[in-house]
């Protein structure tokens, strides 16, 4: 039989041992200096789909961090994202994926507005721009501007093609809505415009890329040259900007040589003009745009820099964040039609040393194909690519050489029409 003094230390040791269990924390009551930090790091990469999971968490994490419902703060704007939109198949018509180009995660996202709205393309930096009309795509209906991570929504007035458009941005200081199509014009228009104010580009020049960058739209031509976007200056003073007050003026002039692509990419907080030679043995060019002087000036290295570059969409990205892609690199991401024939998904540059390499899809085997995984060069260059409808229109299209195609002058003639009612 136990004495009472053992029983009575035998109690003792089970408190010590009850005692030493750690307790449970409760995250909901974390110091609100942190909760902002933690928001804040989220912010800073972009990541604003793990910002609006960790906000969902509880009430107080909520009351401690900004609501990214307002479209209008910077802070909750896609800058990082590069965006491809599922075809083909019902099932995925409201699927898109994503990647961060700052921290290489892919995100495949289902947005249930595709399903309803026909999507145009997206920007740089991840906005997606939809059509609220139907079929056929040369009819004009009103263009929609979607946030796909807060789902904030903004409405132009503005009728807008489905067909022909190339590539599109959109500047948030404030709202407004840049387009160009195919060839030959660049138009922009803000919440309240009811046409596109249009800079024309005439024959043979043609706009060979546009971005955004600054808050002014940069547009360089198949001839080399760069125009650019500027304020009205009036009463001695910048105005209100809107629309009107835009215009597009000379930024440099180059003598372009023959046979020669030009694309412009944002890269490290510069914007650089890419000059590809589509003749064999002629070195690959980039120069930096000072936008201050309007120079171009020689760029040797990018360092841990790597470019994708493709006819619509062009980013640049930290290498040493993205396995199996080197840096100092440019990928000339190649045409769906090369893919399919030749299984050729990129062509890979060292600036340095001029040397070439092509990225052949995995399993390629002439026109046999061995399924695997795809790369992360190959995921890159499927969110670097047209839409599968512009290259087709491209690939298979029609003879865009003419100035005066007649299929412009309808798509023109339908904009005059619009803005003169």
Not at 316 to 328: K, L, Q, R, Y
Request: include cysteine; aromatic fraction near 10%.
């Amino acid at each position: 039989m136990l004495s009472r003094a053992a029983a009575g230390k035998r109690a003792c040791r089970s408190d010590a041992s009850s005692s030493a269990t750690p307790e449970r924390r409760d995250w909901s009551l974390l110091d609100d200096r942190v909760i902002v930090h933690i928001g804040d790091r989220f912010l800073a990469d972009n990541d604003l789909d793990y910002y609006n999971d960790f906000r969902a968490v509880c009430g107080r994490w909520r009351r401690a961090t900004p609501d990214p419902k307002d479209g209008a703060d910077p802070r909750f704007q896609p800058k990082a994202w590069a965006v491809r939109k599922h075809f083909g198949s019902p099932r995925l018509n409201s699927v898109v994926s994503m990647v961060n180009l700052k921290t290489c995660r892919f995100v495949t996202m289902e947005i249930p507005m595709l399903s309803n709205y026909r999507y145009i393309n997206a920007t740089d930096g991840g906005l997606l721009v939809l059509w609220e009309g139907g079929l056929p795509p040369w009819l004009t209906y009103r263009a929609l501007v979607l946030n796909p991570f807060t789902g904030f929504k903004a409405y132009f007035v503005v009728p807008i093609f489905a067909a022909g458009i190339r590539a599109v941005a959109v500047d948030t200081s404030p709202l407004m809505l840049f387009a160009s199509n195919l060839f030959n014009y660049v138009g922009w228009a803000d919440l309240n415009s009811r046409h596109f104010e249009l800079h024309r580009i005439q024959h043979p020049d043609f706009v060979a890329d546009m971005r955004l960058f600054a808050g002014d739209i940069y547009v360089v031509n198949r001839h080399g040259s760069i125009i650019s976007t500027a304020n009205a200056i009036a009463d001695g003073g910048r105005t209100q900007r809107s629309a009107r007050t835009i215009t597009i003026n000379p930024t440099t002039t180059i003598r372009a040589a023959a046979s020669v692509d030009y694309h412009l990419v944002e890269s490290a907080g510069e914007l650089l003009l890419v000059t590809r030679p589509t003749i064999a043995g002629q070195p690959v060019l980039v120069h930096k745009l000072d936008t201050i002087n309007r120079v171009l000036e020689p760029v040797v290295s990018i360092g841990s820099r790597a470019l994708f570059i493709s006819e619509v969409r062009s980013f640049s990205i930290d290498a040493s964040m993205f396995p199996t892609v080197e840096g100092g690199c440019i990928y000339f991401v190649e045409p769906l039609a090369t893919v399919v024939k030749h299984g050729i998904i990129a062509s890979s540059l060292r600036l340095v040393d001029q040397r070439k390499e092509d990225i052949v899809q995995f399993g390629f085997q002439g026109r046999n194909y061995n399924f695997g995984p795809p790369t992360v060069v190959q995921v890159l260059a499927d969110h670097c690519r047209y839409t599968s409808e512009h290259e087709m229109e491209l690939y298979h299209g029609r003879d865009w050489a003419a100035d005066d195609s007649e299929d412009y002058k309808e798509l023109d003639g339908a904009v005059e029409s619009e803005g003169s009612n």
